[in-house]
């Protein structure tokens, strides 16, 4: 069978077209990707802040624990210190009602997807 020169440059263009549109459509996939990739690493980052925020409340609770039941003011400055640094616009307070200990933590998360940029983690503690 015979192949005439007339059909080989219609199906020349073919190919490279297929090819163009499989690079489009590679290009599509790779940036969902990366948007995936993006939002993965903001709620993770929102985690680590989550995470950090409920550590220090437990510490603070934990200091007083070995105080006897009291809040120090070197305690409460190195904690204040602490929330400060290890989360953004870290802030806490401590309020004590009888031998309940309720402590709350707030931080900015500007980063998350929730739609709040203020977060507050609050425990509740018997001493």
Not at 35 to 47: E, F, G, R, V, W
Not at 62 to 74: A, I, Q, S, V
Request: hydrophobic content about 45%.
């Amino acid at each position: 069978m015979m192949i005439s020169q007339k059909n080989i440059n219609k199906c020349a263009g073919f190919s490279l077209l297929e090819i163009l549109i499989t690079v489009f459509i590679l290009a599509i996939g790779l940036l969902g990707l990366a948007a995936l990739q993006m939002t993965s690493l903001k709620n993770n980052h929102s985690a680590q802040h989550r995470t950090s925020a409920v550590v220090l409340a437990y510490d603070i609770a934990d200091r007083m624990r070995l105080n006897k039941g009291t809040l120090e003011p070197g305690d409460l400055i190195d904690w204040k210190t602490e929330l400060s640094t290890s989360i953004p616009s870290g802030d806490g307070s401590v309020a004590i009602t009888g031998n309940i200990v309720t402590v709350v933590v707030q931080w900015d998360d500007s980063r998350a997807t929730s739609g709040t940029t203020t977060q507050s983690f609050s425990v509740d503690t018997e001493l």
